[in-house]
């Protein structure tokens, strides 16, 4: 039940338009490399997350998290 609910707090863990998981785009090690497996190219929405993800680490985020600079929502 817990699970369930940090799953609710931070519901941002992959990139829809590929299907693929943040988890998985984070083994191939960097944004480049995402970029060029096709994260973040289609409708951009889950960049500002991916730059996340490979600067700290993790693969689940809320989806206004407060470290995400404003500009980089609606790129
Ligand atoms: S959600 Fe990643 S490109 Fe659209």
Redesign the pocket.
């Known amino acids: 039940m817990d699970d369930m609910a940090m799953d609710d707090d931070k519901p941002v863990n992959?990139?829809?338009?590929?299907n693929r998981r943040f988890s998985e785009l984070k083994k191939l090690g960097s944004l480049e490399a995402a970029h060029a497996a096709g994260?973040?190219?289609?409708?951009?929405?889950?960049?500002p997350y991916?730059k996340l993800v490979f600067e700290t680490g993790e693969t689940e985020f809320a989806i206004d998290d407060p470290r995400i600079p404003e500009e980089d929502f609606g790129q």
Do not use: T
């Not at 992959?14 to 590929?18: D, E, K, N, R, Y």
């Open positions: 992959m990139c829809a338009c590929l994260a973040g190219v289609e409708c951009s929405g889950c960049v991916l």
